[in-house]
């Protein structure tokens, strides 16, 4: 069992940077794949990226990758999205996911997630 809550979001300028932290507590959490979604007013859950179990390896959407890096601090029980070159497209709700061992892309795929953070960025 993972619980978890994301923090860090709030209103930046287009081309500024945030980074969103996102607390986990639970047994286990270093068995954990994780990954950032976010849903604007009005669209389906996207997915952004994501983070293999041993943090060996990740992957992003295509429309944030070379802007966005995802990393996972098991000593820290606590995940990050560094958010660079932000656009006004960005502005969503971001959430952090987990699910046990195995990375996946898709929102249905985990049973874990948080409450979720508003990022608003203006032009």
């Known amino acids: 069992q993972v619980q978890l809550v994301e923090s860090g979001g709030g209103l930046v300028q287009a081309g500024g940077s945030l980074r969103l932290s996102c607390a986990a507590s639970g047994r286990s959490f270093s068995n954990y794949a994780m990954g950032w979604f976010r849903q604007a007013p009005g669209k389906e859950r996207e997915f952004v990226a994501a983070?293999?179990?041993?943090?060996?390896?990740?992957q992003y959407s295509s429309s944030v990758k070379g802007r966005f890096t995802i990393s996972k601090y098991d000593a820290r029980n606590t995940m990050y999205l560094q958010m660079n070159f932000l656009k006004p497209e960005d502005t969503s709700v971001y959430y952090c996911?987990?699910?046990?061992?195995?990375?996946?892309?898709?929102?249905?795929?985990?049973?874990?997630w948080g409450q979720g953070t508003q990022v608003t960025v203006s032009s």
């Open positions: 996911a987990a699910r046990p061992w195995i990375t996946s892309t898709f929102s249905s795929d985990y049973n874990y």
């Open positions: 983070i293999t179990w041993n943090g060996g390896s990740t």
